[in-house]
Nanobody, 123 residues
Framework: EVRLVESGGGLVQAGGSLRLSCEVR????????IAWFRQAPGKEREMVAC????????QYAHSVKGRFTITSNNANNTVTLQMNELKPEDAARYYC????????????????WGQGTPVTVSS
């Protein structure tokens, strides 16, 4: 019912920028909350940013606040994560996920996931 497709990952130098996109294929985009998670090898999956399509309220992890921006485009069912001032610790595989509930940092609350897109940051 809900398909998520990420794109935009790649290699970037520390201090640089990258923009990730999540195409959300669903008939109920306006009812969903969309989040970006990331997971580095040997580490737990963590929520980076989340947006509620009902009122466009946003949440950010403390480590990325001020550097990352999440936006939602209802016209094309796309959620974008603009990442600026990238640091080596930002390197991870980035996933978008959806839930019909409220935004949160618990990955078990999200029902649908994309396959992820890798982000590598060189120092």
């Amino acid at each position: 019912e809900v398909r998520l497709v990420e794109s935009g990952g790649g290699l970037v130098q520390a201090g640089g920028s990258l923009r990730l996109s999540c195409e959300v294929r669903t008939s109920s985009f306006e009812k969903l909350e969309i989040a970006w998670f990331r997971q580095a090898p040997g580490k737990e999956r963590e929520m980076v940013a989340c947006i509620e399509n009902s009122d466009l309220s946003k949440q950010y992890a403390h480590s990325v606040k001020g550097r990352f921006t999440i936006t939602s485009n209802n016209a094309n069912n796309t959620v974008t994560l603009q990442m600026n001032e990238l640091k080596p610790e930002d390197a991870a595989r980035y996933y978008c996920a959806s839930t019909s509930l409220l935004c949160g940092d618990d990955p078990t609350e999200f029902d649908s996931w994309g396959q992820g897109t890798p982000v590598t940051v060189s120092s």
